[in-house]
């Protein structure tokens, strides 16, 4: 008797098959891919802590200050889509009491803009699309507002806009932010020239220059950030920054700017950085090891039910049965 395959049975076969050569695209094809620096960012950070600031209209220094820096970083889609690079514009502000009040950067103790290129796979900067560092500076170093993918148990070289240049941080093991498990680096940056100020020279003890470009510097008592491992997230961040100015040539610091202990993400930033990475970390396992397994089990079952239906198969149609012996 001649016999052929059912509808139901070759399409179970072949949806198998598909679901078998699908499982692994999505581990090694997908997956690799998927690991990309976004285009389309947009968010908000807030560091806050105490310290001290120079008052510019009451001419010294004020200390046990709030302090606030806001960071937004928005990511330029056209300009991405155009590179194939990540393209970020970020705008930063350091607010003291007064300033705080206003909301408008321009009225801000500091306002800094910068554009961040990266390469989406690797993390490491791009010099195109009119990246804007510090005057002067090329942006280098391997992190910067964000880890590359994948981040190892090693030290790190990361980007200091306000230095203008990079700064080893040391991996110093496991820590856990708002019940999310990161890596933590951490490090400091001695005193360094970073620019200078056209001040009033009795500012820096240069009372009869008038107007005067002192030197500023920069150092940092404690760089500390706790990233995603998988993700390269930052999900906590504290730093601890001191802006100071000297005269032209001169040893000794004159003028406080800006000295804090420690600025660090609101617990409102924390979370919502933990959320993100969550959610990231949740798209990656769906494309790495869910969504195959599935595949794989799902192929499975669908190529063995196809092939057993079509080794069974049916009669064809018009084809009666074979006749049975007689008694």
Known sequence: MRRHASPLALVLLGLGVFLLVLAPMLAYYVEPRAKRNPTDINITSIFKGKGKYFDQGELKTKNDQKLTVTRRVLGNVSESEKSGH??????????????????????????????????????????????KPAEGKEFSGEAYLKWPFDVEKRDYTWWDSTLGGTVPLHYKGKAKVRGREGLRFTGTVKAKRAGSRQVPGMLVDRPKSGQVFAEQWYSNSGLDFVVDERTGRILYAATGPRMTLRAPGGKKDKVTLLDSDKLAF?????QEAVDLAKDDNDRLELVSSTAPLGAVIAGGLCAVAGAVLVIRGRPARGTAPAPTGQM
Do not use: G, H, Y
């Open 86 to 131: 990540a393209v970020w514009d970020v705008s930063q502000t350091i607010d003291n009491p007064k300033t705080v009040k206003l909301d408008d950067p321009r009225k801000s103790f500091q306002w800094t803009t910068e554009r961040w290129v990266t390469d989406r796979k690797t993390n490491l900067p791009v010099r195109c699309c009119k990246a």
């Open 266 to 270: 609101t617990a409102k930033t924390q």
